[in-house]
């Protein structure tokens, strides 16, 4: 029991790695994405444009099996598989992160832009102090729900072999004989989007002081 | 008297559509010029020109001295950026939708640009625009949010908003078309008062009563191009062509 603990202990906090490791390159990366899919300069666009299709709309675990093994069969050199999966959730959460921060940026009236242009505010400082927050309050919903499927998500990086809570789950539950395994870690997902979605309230209540 | 606007041959054309002809004029300092226009005529498009929301293609233009553009071989070249910059300070713009910051309470809509544009510290900004919005009887609404105002209360802060940067030149496109009569009022109000302070104004309006009464020369514009100016008694009551009549005829009721 002892030890059945304790290494699902190691995997939630693989788990958790992953999850955090992900939001901090990809919440940005999705900036920059979103960025290159509006820029004028086409090529630069279309090329955006089909990485966000194909991260869309393909499976991702379909995509973690192909970061882990593509520099394998190509260059006949392989690496790390938590790395691998980091890249592999990181590349997919931008193009989705990207898609949400696009319809908020466009949801911003222009009038905003050239009220700040009108009063002198430099480009950075009106994104940063006038469209950023806005974009905030209205894509947090759609966020959301895309950090409680990200907390979800996790567990596919067992397929390409990352120990992660579900994998070390699974497997002590078949050497056990027994459910409970697979339980607890249900119940650490399920707290895990608890504290998500009350952090997400609470943000949302915050910004709840204007329209 | 010293001119504040001297715009010559000024054009513009959007996707091959010439939007703005030929249009010239001039204003001095501490005078008000209202221009009047059927819709599409191009009447925003030259206060956007005029206040950097949009570049020339031909023309020159000087404000308060200085030249933001000039005409070489049929092409407007602008000044430098930082030239840009300065000369933009001068000018000031209220939008006929406001364009409120909706994050910021009011105090910070008005004093915002203050400290991050002209550098002053937060108390003499946030003096500055508690002057400004006694002075536009809505000092009790500083530490609200702009949902929360009337459409004649958001405007009168945008109006404070914009003089906060001390313009030289201010500039107002249809500032009461998205209000109803009682609050358009309340707005001309306030614009009639500046007017009589001297405030130099290029006012872009549908009230021709408010223009005729508080300009100094009025601009009637159609397709791009400047129809017909002279002083408003002269514009609004003796209009000498037929395209002006009908356009002034069809505001009476
Ligand atoms: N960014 C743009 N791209 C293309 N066409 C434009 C653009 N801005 C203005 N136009 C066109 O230029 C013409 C003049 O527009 P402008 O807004 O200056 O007219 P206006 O006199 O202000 O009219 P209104 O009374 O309706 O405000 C219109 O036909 C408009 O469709
Ligand atoms: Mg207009």
Redesign the interface.
Same mark, same amino acid.
């Given at each position: 029991m002892q030890g059945l603990i304790s290494q699902m202990l190691e995997g939630t906090v693989t788990s958790l790695e992953i999850f955090f490791l992900t939001l901090i390159f990809s919440l940005p990366l999705g900036f920059v994405v979103a960025k290159g899919r509006m820029t004028r300069i086409a090529p630069i666009r279309w090329i955006v444009d089909l990485y966000i299709q194909v991260m869309r709309g393909t499976p991702l675990i379909l995509q973690l099996i192909f970061v882990y093994f593509a520099p394998f069969y190509i260059f006949g050199a392989s690496y790390d598989r938590f790395t691998a999966c980091i890249i592999a959730f990181v590349i997919n959460y931008s193009a989705y992160f990207s898609e949400i921060y696009r319809s908020g940026l466009q949801s911003i009236?222009r009038?905003?832009y050239?009220?700040s242009?009108?009063?002198?505010?430099t480009k950075a !400082?009106t994104f940063f102090?006038?469209i950023l927050?806005?974009v905030i309050?209205r894509i947090l919903p759609a966020l959301g729900n895309e950090v409680i499927t990200l907390v979800k998500d996790t567990a596919l990086a067992q397929t390409i072999g990352v120990a992660e809570l579900f994998r070390v789950a699974q497997t002590a539950s078949s050497r056990e004989f027994s459910t409970l395994p697979i339980f607890i870690a249900g119940v650490f997902y399920f707290i895990m989007n608890y504290i998500v979605s009350r952090l997400f309230v609470v943000m949302e209540k915050k910004l709840n002081? !204007?329209? | 008297m010293e001119e504040m606007i001297k715009l010559t041959g000024l054009k513009k054309a959007f996707g091959g559509v010439e939007i703005l002809k030929n249009i010239s004029f001039t204003l001095p300092k501490g005078n008000v010029l209202s221009i009047i226009g059927p819709s599409g005529s191009g009447k925003s498009t030259t206060l956007r020109i005029i206040?950097?929301?949009e570049k020339a293609d031909d023309g020159n233009l000087e404000i308060a001295g200085h030249t933001l553009f000039s005409s070489v071989d049929g092409k407007a070249v602008y000044c430098n950026p930082e030239e840009e910059?300065q000369i933009?300070?001068k000018?000031?713009?209220v939008?006929q939708?406001?364009?409120?910051?909706?994050?910021f309470s009011v105090l910070r809509n008005i004093t915002?640009?203050q400290k991050?544009?002209?550098h002053r510290s937060r108390e003499e900004a946030e003096e500055k625009a508690m002057a400004l919005l006694t002075k536009m009887g809505i000092a009790e609404k500083a530490k609200q949010?702009?949902?929360q105002l009337s459409g004649g209360q958001q405007q009168r802060v945008?109006i404070a908003?914009?003089l906060a940067?001390d313009p030289e030149v201010l500039f107002f496109d249809e500032p009461t078309s998205a209000l109803d009569p009682e609050l358009t009022r309340e707005i001309l109000k306030v614009i009639r008062e500046l007017a009589e302070e001297k405030m130099t104004m290029v006012v872009v309006t549908h009230e021709m009563h408010f223009a005729r009464a508080i300009s100094d020369w009025a601009i009637f514009m159609n397709k791009g191009v400047i129809v017909e100016e002279g002083n408003p008694d002269r514009l609004f009551g003796n209009p000498q062509e037929e395209r002006t009549r009908q356009f002034i005829a069809s505001f009476q009721d």
């Amino acid at each position: 029991m002892q030890g059945l603990i304790s290494q699902m202990l190691e995997g939630t906090v693989t788990s958790l790695e992953i999850f955090f490791l992900t939001l901090i390159f990809s919440l940005p990366l999705g900036f920059v994405v979103a960025k290159g899919r509006m820029t004028r300069i086409a090529p630069i666009r279309w090329i955006v444009d089909l990485y966000i299709q194909v991260m869309r709309g393909t499976p991702l675990i379909l995509q973690l099996i192909f970061v882990y093994f593509a520099p394998f069969y190509i260059f006949g050199a392989s690496y790390d598989r938590f790395t691998a999966c980091i890249i592999a959730f990181v590349i997919n959460y931008s193009a989705y992160f990207s898609e949400i921060y696009r319809s908020g940026l466009q949801s911003i009236d222009r009038g905003q832009y050239e009220a700040s242009k009108v009063l002198g505010f430099t480009k950075a !400082y009106t994104f940063f102090h006038i469209i950023l927050p806005q974009v905030i309050k209205r894509i947090l919903p759609a966020l959301g729900n895309e950090v409680i499927t990200l907390v979800k998500d996790t567990a596919l990086a067992q397929t390409i072999g990352v120990a992660e809570l579900f994998r070390v789950a699974q497997t002590a539950s078949s050497r056990e004989f027994s459910t409970l395994p697979i339980f607890i870690a249900g119940v650490f997902y399920f707290i895990m989007n608890y504290i998500v979605s009350r952090l997400f309230v609470v943000m949302e209540k915050k910004l709840n002081y !204007y329209r | 008297m010293e001119e504040m606007i001297k715009l010559t041959g000024l054009k513009k054309a959007f996707g091959g559509v010439e939007i703005l002809k030929n249009i010239s004029f001039t204003l001095p300092k501490g005078n008000v010029l209202s221009i009047i226009g059927p819709s599409g005529s191009g009447k925003s498009t030259t206060l956007r020109i005029i206040t950097q929301l949009e570049k020339a293609d031909d023309g020159n233009l000087e404000i308060a001295g200085h030249t933001l553009f000039s005409s070489v071989d049929g092409k407007a070249v602008y000044c430098n950026p930082e030239e840009e910059r300065q000369i933009g300070l001068k000018t000031g713009l209220v939008f006929q939708s406001f364009n409120l910051f909706p994050h910021f309470s009011v105090l910070r809509n008005i004093t915002e640009a203050q400290k991050a544009v002209l550098h002053r510290s937060r108390e003499e900004a946030e003096e500055k625009a508690m002057a400004l919005l006694t002075k536009m009887g809505i000092a009790e609404k500083a530490k609200q949010y702009p949902y929360q105002l009337s459409g004649g209360q958001q405007q009168r802060v945008s109006i404070a908003r914009a003089l906060a940067l001390d313009p030289e030149v201010l500039f107002f496109d249809e500032p009461t078309s998205a209000l109803d009569p009682e609050l358009t009022r309340e707005i001309l109000k306030v614009i009639r008062e500046l007017a009589e302070e001297k405030m130099t104004m290029v006012v872009v309006t549908h009230e021709m009563h408010f223009a005729r009464a508080i300009s100094d020369w009025a601009i009637f514009m159609n397709k791009g191009v400047i129809v017909e100016e002279g002083n408003p008694d002269r514009l609004f009551g003796n209009p000498q062509e037929e395209r002006t009549r009908q356009f002034i005829a069809s505001f009476q009721d």
